[in-house]
């Protein structure tokens, strides 16, 4: 963690609408000892319960849904665009059957709360589970999403997490290893 400061997220500009829709996050839960991680461009940041939070959608195949539902803690880690070609990695693979995080290239690491970030991101959030909820069809207003989306019928499960650590690269990673 040498590499990165903790920060006030109030006092963080970030363009949360660039960063998790067309630069990514990724979500990661576990431990040293067993963890997983998956591509997400579903989300936001905000306020509520008078905390800083986020909210991730998790459909219910992925193997880092197992993690998430077990682990009362995750990270969310950001990148800079360099990054692409190694979160399209943790997005099309699953670590069910391959070492998605060795293939990407990335350098996992343990944060302060025991959970699992990576060393390339620009900003790493710790973050607690507050809350979780699978979405509904019956609660769907917009008919045409929940058809668009879900053809299958495979509803995303949402977390609403706390930001309790919030921790911004000190300096841009300038080469690229991958």
Same mark, same amino acid.
């Given at each position: 963690?040498? *590499?990165?400061?903790?920060? =006030?997220?109030?006092?963080? &500009? +970030? ?9 990514? $996050? #990724? ?20 306020? +509520?319960?008078? %905390? ?9 195949? %992925?193997?880092? #849904?197992?993690?998430?539902?077990? &682990?009362?803690? $995750?990270? @969310?880690?950001?990148?800079? *665009?360099?990054?692409?070609?190694? #979160?399209?990695? /943790? ?10 995080? !060795?293939?990407?290239? @990335? ?8 959970? $699992? ?9 710790? /973050?607690?589970? @507050?809350?979780? =909820?699978? #979405? !509904?069809?019956? /609660?769907?207003? =917009? ?5 668009? +989306?879900?053809?299958?019928? =495979?509803?995303? %499960?949402?977390?609403?997490? *706390? +930001? ?9 990673? %300038?080469?690229?290893?991958?």
């Amino acid at each position: 963690m040498n *590499e990165f400061v903790k920060t =006030d997220p109030y006092k963080e &500009e +970030i363009n949360v609408f660039s960063r998790i829709n067309k630069q990514w $996050m #990724l979500i990661t839960a576990g431990d040293k000892n067993h963890f997983n991680t998956m591509t997400a461009s579903w989300g936001g940041m905000g306020v +509520i319960w008078e %905390r800083p939070v986020a909210f991730v959608f998790i459909r219910p195949q %992925r193997y880092t #849904l197992e993690f998430t539902e077990k &682990e009362p803690v $995750m990270t @969310l880690s950001f990148f800079d *665009e360099k990054f692409r070609s190694a #979160l399209n990695i /943790c997005g099309s693979r699953s670590g069910r059957n391959t070492d998605k995080v !060795k293939e990407s290239g @990335l350098t996992p690491m343990e944060v302060p709360s025991g959970s $699992m970030a990576f060393n390339e991101a620009d900003y790493i959030l710790e /973050c607690r589970k @507050l809350y979780a =909820d699978s #979405l !509904k069809e019956a /609660c769907f207003i =917009d008919t045409d999403i929940r058809k668009k +989306i879900y053809p299958k019928n =495979d509803f995303h %499960r949402m977390y609403v997490v *706390e +930001i309790e650590t919030f921790w911004k690269r000190i300096n841009p990673i %300038r080469s690229v290893f991958l």
